[in-house]
């Protein structure tokens, strides 16, 4: 399967997990904030435990010690993190690596952990969590793009079904969802919106 999927929801607890495995979503992101070692690595083996056996991939945001430890198989990390994880460690385990970027700076140092993807936001505006960057815009996605060539481009924040066409067209290869989902008045229909335009990409193997 591509990894990650073109629709690639981004939620926080493990309840959402189950809920959009059961919808059929290929490629999952938890992230859970301000959890100590204990409480990250339970929630970690508990989602695991859910996406077992589905065509579910779950990604680790943040936690790279718990994923290593629950045996995880995709890991997301943003700037902070990389500062204090253990990329070598976290390449032993066998994990794949996605790195949040921002700015050139950051894509830069991105680049140099060798990621199996490159995010991209904000795109929109997004109230979810406070950002000390402005709105990236549909130009630098295409920017982004040709700067990271065959590496897959993720795009999040701020995003709705409605624009995902424009999103793509720019060059992005997948796009992270949170709000659109999780605030939606309908979060299932939402998603089979979603996966209707954009169902997951079997040809190729995770």
Do not use: C
């Amino acid at each position: 399967m591509l990894y990650p999927d073109r629709f690639y929801p981004v939620v926080d607890t493990v309840a959402w997990v189950e809920r959009l495995t059961k919808l059929g979503i290929g490629t999952i992101q938890l992230r859970a904030k301000n959890l100590d070692d204990a409480a990250a690595l339970a929630i970690v083996r508990e989602a695991l435990a859910v996406t077992k056996g589905t065509q579910a991939k779950l990604i680790v945001n943040d936690y790279w010690r718990a994923a290593i430890d629950a045996g995880a198989q995709h890991l997301h990390l943003g700037q902070e993190d990389l500062d204090t994880a253990d990329v070598p460690a976290i390449r032993r385990a066998g994990l794949t690596l996605g790195i949040s970027t921002h700015d050139e700076d950051e894509l830069d140092n991105a680049l140099a952990y060798k990621p199996d993807y490159i995010a991209l936001g904000p795109i929109y505006e997004t109230t979810l969590k406070k950002m000390r960057f402005a709105p990236q815009g549909i130009e630098r996605i295409t920017a982004w793009k040709l700067l990271i060539g065959e590496i897959p481009l993720v795009a999040i924040g701020g995003i709705k079904l409605e624009q995902a066409a424009d999103i793509f067209a720019a060059g992005a290869n997948s796009i992270a969802v949170v709000s659109d989902v999780t605030q939606n008045a309908d979060p299932d229909a939402r998603v089979r919106a979603w996966l209707t335009d954009y169902p997951n990409d079997l040809t190729k193997a995770a």
